[in-house]
Structure formats: C-alpha cells, structure tokens
C-alpha cells in the first residue's frame, strides 16, 4: 500500500501515453522520494521491488492487458525475484525503470527490468510471474492466446534463457500441494 498513490497515477498516466506492444521494451520516469530511501539516502533495496511493480502497471496498461486480464478475472503475482546492484540511486535523484518480458518457460513469464540514471543501468532484476485466476493458476497458453487476441502474438524466439531457467529451478520453493518444513534452519 505504500506505493499506491504512485500506482494510481502510473495508471492514469498510462492512459495518455502511446500505446506499445506487449513484447516491447517500456520505460518509466521517477524520482527517489523521501519515501523511497533509507537512513544512506539511496533507495532502499527491498524499496526497488515495488517500483518495479509501478513499470509492469503501466508496460500491462499501456497494451491494453491490463484490462483484458482484469476482464478474465486474473491478477498477477510474482513466484521469484532478483536483483543485482551497482550504483545506488541517492534521494531525489531522476532516474527511469526500464521494462521488457524477455521469455517464458512451462510455468512463467519472464520480466527484467532496469533502472537507469542518465542512460547508465544501475540496478538489474530479473521477476518470473504468474496469474492467478478463479480457479487457480492461468496457464501461459491461456495468457498467450489472450495476448495474441487483444494482438500481441507472442515473438517466434520467446523463450527464456538457460541461465534464468536455471536460477528460478534452484531458488525455486516445493509447490503449496507439498511440506515445507523449517527444519535444520
């Protein structure tokens, strides 16, 4: 909730902003507010996350998916995240939250976003989501043939890579059907 005034206006702002394709490459423009930072003055590391919330917001509503999915009855939810820092991005510092799906694999879509100040990447973070609908998870051919129908057919070559099937495979938790005991912690 402690970005949703930001997310509302992403949203409303998206609405006059050009239309873009699905599969293409999206940025946003902010600032680091006072509620963005920590006691160091750069934003906060766990602070990026919802950030990069606000670039999908308006990469799905800027497509014409975010209403298509909320029509179908299906929000999105992130199954894994991470992040590499390499500078940090200092209080009220401009910067931009690059976006793009670079692929999908059986069970997710893959995002990476980029924040960068003065055309220089800072922050890379790569997010493998899903969508939850009625009746449980939506399958990727349901979310690609919904993307296909509003027209975004999928790329020909949108499949993840092996290095992030390979980090969402290790970091990946036992499935909620399954225990997940905390044991030997």
């Keep these: 909730m402690h ?4 997310t509302l ?12 394709s699905l ?3 999206t940025d946003i423009t902010l600032r680091a ?4 930072v920590d006691i160091l003055l750069h934003i906060n590391n766990g602070q990026y996350f919802s950030l990069f919330d606000l670039a999908r917001y308006d990469l799905m ?6 209403n298509a999915t909320r029509k179908a009855g299906w929000h999105p939810v992130v199954q894994a995240e991470q992040i590499t820092f390499r500078k940090s991005v200092n209080f009220w ?6 976006t793009k799906l670079i692929g999908v694999d059986d069970r997710c879509f893959y995002i990476e976003h980029r924040v960068v100040v003065d055309g220089e990447i800072y922050v890379r973070a790569h997010v493998a989501g899903r969508f939850i609908g ?6 990727n051919d349901e979310i690609l043939g919904l ?10 070559d949108f499949q993840v890579s092996e290095e992030l099937q390979r980090w969402r495979a290790e970091s990946a938790l036992p499935s909620t059907r399954r225990a997940a005991p905390n044991a030997g912690f």
């Design 3 to 6: 970005v949703i005034f930001r």
């Design 9 to 20: 206006l992403i949203l409303l702002k998206a609405r006059r902003r050009s239309r873009v």
């Design 23 to 25: 599969w293409e490459s």
């Design 33 to 36: 507010l006072p509620t963005d």
């Design 61 to 66: 509503a800027r497509s014409g998916f975010w």
């Design 93 to 98: 510092t401009k910067f931009q939250i690059h």
């Design 134 to 139: 009625p009746n449980g998870p939506v399958s």
């Design 147 to 156: 993307a296909a129908d509003i027209g975004h057919p999928a790329p020909a």
